[in-house]
């Protein structure tokens, strides 16, 4: 017998009324990469135009994957609407001026009791992802991550961006983010960091049997990886290294010469000016 998603909620406690619902959130306006990085998505969802959870007394949320694929995020209680100029706010998230013109907000409380199951089950929606909000029916459970998970399922190496605390969790928990370690490990490649509160950028490069895997996890220990000028700026700034960002601009294979990564990592220099204004001294 084939798993589904409500199987493994029941023994956290779930409990299915004709009341409850399920959610999927994939808005293309919103990267859930953002949203999900800054702890924002639990006030996204709080915002609608339309009044979709009125007769909702349960939602059990999911974010959006590849194709219809879903992972889980969490089960929140709709306690109560008001209009959406009296939503909560948030600090820092430049969306929310456009997400208090909505007509709702809705006060969700989540349920603790299933906030170790967040990221770890994922699930297969179905073909109908447009219907993002749909009555609960036991989807088809695809996976079911390992214990300790805080990052979201690798997706792509050019879609995400990753705060050191996020890099950190990682290296933490390298069984819990497998598929993270192997996918990293398994390329050499260019990456960036971005210092955020200045909007200046480092471009280093990785290879050897390591590949990015091996590059990163000495910025998760020292935040500057041993570069001058990051271990400058962290000493400068007491918010450094946790406002560092960091992406993958060009995956390369680890057969790759050292020279010809290196050559990438220079036109990627030379392309985003890291070296005449950024952390790159050369």
């Known amino acids: 017998m084939n798993l589904g998603v409500l199987d493994?909620?029941?023994?956290?406690?779930?409990?299915?009324?004709?009341?409850?619902?399920l959610v999927r959130h994939q808005d293309p306006q919103y990267p859930l990469d953002e949203l999900l990085r800054n702890d924002w998505l639990e006030i996204y969802q709080s915002y609608q135009r339309r009044p979709v959870f009125h007769k909702a007394d349960l939602i059990a949320v999911f974010y959006g994957l590849r194709a219809t694929r879903g992972?889980?995020?969490?089960?929140?209680?709709?306690?109560?609407?008001?209009?959406?100029t009296e939503g909560k706010t948030l600090s820092g998230c430049?969306?929310?001026?456009?997400?208090?013109?909505?007509?709702?907000?809705?006060?969700?409380?989540?349920d603790p009791r299933f906030d170790n199951l967040r990221h770890r089950l994922i699930i297969d929606w179905g073909p109908a992802t447009r219907s993002w909000v749909q009555k609960v029916v036991n989807k088809p459970l695809l996976e079911i991550q390992e214990p300790g998970r805080r990052l979201p399922p690798f997706d792509d190496y050019l879609e995400f961006s990753l705060s050191h605390t996020q890099l950190k969790d990682l290296f933490a928990s390298e069984e819990a983010h497998r598929e993270w370690r192997a996918r990293l490990?398994?390329?050499?490649?260019?990456?960036?960091?971005?210092?955020?509160?200045?909007?200046h950028l480092y471009v280093g490069s990785a290879s050897g049997d390591g590949g990015i895997w091996a590059?990163?996890?000495?910025?998760?220990?020292?935040?500057?990886?041993?570069?001058?000028?990051?271990r400058d700026l962290i000493h400068r700034d007491s918010s450094y290294p946790d406002g560092f960002r960091f992406s993958v601009l060009q995956v390369l294979p680890?057969?790759?010469?050292?020279?010809?990564?290196?050559?990438?990592?220079?036109?990627?220099?030379?392309?985003?000016?890291s070296r005449a204004t950024g952390l790159n001294l050369n």
């Open 8 to 21: 493994i909620l029941k023994l956290a406690g779930f409990v299915s009324t004709s009341r409850s619902r």
């Open 71 to 84: 992972a889980f995020y969490g089960v929140y209680r709709v306690v109560g609407h008001r209009p959406g």
């Open 94 to 110: 430049a969306w929310l001026h456009q997400w208090q013109r909505e007509e709702f907000f809705y006060d969700l409380e989540r």
């Open 185 to 199: 490990g398994a390329v050499a490649g260019v990456y960036l960091i971005l210092a955020e509160g200045s909007g």
């Open 215 to 230: 590059r990163w996890r000495e910025y998760a220990k020292t935040g500057h990886g041993g570069n001058t000028l990051l």
């Open 254 to 273: 680890k057969t790759m010469s050292r020279d010809e990564v290196i050559r990438r990592e220079m036109l990627c220099k030379s392309k985003l000016g």
